[in-house]
């Protein structure tokens, strides 16, 4: 089972990182620390390209108007915690997740004993909590039926992560599952009526517009339905 690919590795190996990576990981500044924000840029932009800006966890789009905001790198293993300050970053340690993963997943430790103590990161270190989304294709792992309902796919070897995974983040909970689809379901709607303004219009830029509103709602129907 292949997952995403590290290439953030190349940006995370360049020479003028080197010495701002290593002072956070000696403990000697702080993620916020502004020596680390070009790095960080990078990164998610990297991630965002390798993810096809899926949320690893949840399958679904990030949603767009999130792009240029407060979307942050989410750590697998949580670098808040001390036995994994050390893989902060490490590229197979980090993805981009959608805002509601982030928040559910809070600083929830998805690693064994082996894992805690592992210097090094690799496929079969140790158990992890939930599938990985390098060492594993966690979309093999769920099935997001329309709605979404998601579903553990039997014979992936994952199921028992893949169900901690469900049930962690609440994807399952008619709570969020209703939520998601009224914002979807209203987001739509807006879309169409700023479209259907457009229609009367033979303005160059509107029709550069539409063609990103096509593209959103596309988006969003592949999620609703
Ligand atoms: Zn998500």
């Known amino acids: 089972m292949a997952g995403l690919k590290p290439t953030i590795r190349v940006v995370?190996?360049?020479?003028?990182?080197?010495?701002?990576?290593?002072?956070?990981?000696?403990?000697?500044i702080e993620w916020g620390h502004r020596?680390?924000?070009y790095v960080k840029k990078l990164t998610r932009d990297v991630l965002r390209k390798e993810q096809n800006e899926i949320c690893p966890y949840c399958q679904r789009v990030i949603v767009v108007e999130r792009r240029n905001t407060l979307e942050?790198?989410?750590?697998?293993l949580d670098k808040s915690r001390?036995?994994?300050?050390?893989?902060?970053?490490?590229?197979?340690?980090?993805?981009?997740?959608?805002?509601?993963?982030?928040?559910e997943k809070g600083t929830r430790d998805l690693g064994d004993s082996s894992v805690r103590a592992a210097r090094y990161l690799y496929p079969g270190l140790g158990r992890f909590r939930w599938p990985h989304p390098y060492y594993d294709d966690i979309a093999a792992c769920v099935r997001k039926e329309p709605g979404p309902v998601y579903i553990v796919v039997a014979g992936s070897g994952r199921e028992v992560e893949t169900e901690n995974m469900i049930k962690d983040l609440k994807l399952n909970q008619l709570r969020n599952i209703e939520s998601r689809h009224q914002v979807l379901t209203q987001r739509s709607r807006k879309i169409a009526s700023i479209m259907a303004?457009?229609?009367?219009?033979?303005?160059?830029?509107?029709?550069?517009?539409?063609?990103?509103?096509?593209?959103?709602?596309?988006?969003?129907?592949?999620?609703?339905?």
């Open 12 to 28: 995370l190996n360049r020479k003028e990182y080197r010495d701002s990576i290593q002072k956070y990981l000696r403990g000697e």
């Open 35 to 37: 020596s680390l924000s």
């Open 72 to 76: 942050d790198i989410e750590h697998f």
């Open 82 to 103: 001390d036995c994994y300050r050390r893989h902060a970053f490490t590229a197979t340690n980090l993805i981009l997740s959608c805002h509601s993963c982030n928040i």
């Open 197 to 225: 303004s457009f229609i009367t219009s033979d303005r160059e830029s509107c029709k550069r517009r539409l063609k990103f509103l096509v593209e959103v709602l596309e988006e969003i129907n592949k999620e609703l339905y």
